[in-house]
Nanobody, 124 residues
Framework: VQLEESGGGSVQAGGSLKLSCVTSNLTASWPVMAWFRQAPGKEREGIAAINSWKTTSYADSVKGRFTISQPIAKKTLTLQMNNLKPEDTAVYYC???????????????????WGQGIQVTVSS
């Protein structure tokens, strides 16, 4: 397992959660990392990405509510989720690539390393 997520759970609408992602490979370096999510019956969606220069990219569905960061550059990843909505309910995945992109992509095709996913449930 290269990446491991934590911090998921259940929360009421309007609440907050913070997801974290750490790598089990101490020699790995991830200049670009991202968060994806997949709701039941829907395709996996790239919601936020960041590169080692702290350039970020957000999906419109989460812009202004979610914040992605790399507390330890190229090693760890977090996603602060505020004002959560029931439609944010999904399994959330951390993803990483050893390749650098000046505009961090949100397409799954760019990422070769994935966590196992963690459930986030938002009730109304």
């Amino acid at each position: 397992v290269q990446l491991e997520e934590s911090g998921g759970g259940s929360v009421q609408a309007g609440g907050s959660l913070k997801l974290s992602c750490v790598t089990s490979n101490l020699t790995a370096s991830w200049p670009v990392m991202a968060w994806f999510r997949q709701a039941p019956g829907k395709e996996r969606e790239g919601i936020a990405a960041i590169n080692s220069w702290k350039t970020t990219s957000y999906a419109d569905s989460v812009k202004g509510r979610f914040t992605i960061s790399q507390p330890i550059a190229k090693k760890t990843l977090t996603l602060q989720m505020n004002n959560l909505k029931p439609e944010d309910t999904a399994v959330y995945y951390c993803a990483a690539t050893p390749d650098y992109y000046s505009h961090p992509p949100r397409s799954a095709n760019y990422y070769g390393y994935w966590g196992q996913g963690i459930q986030v449930t938002v009730s109304s």
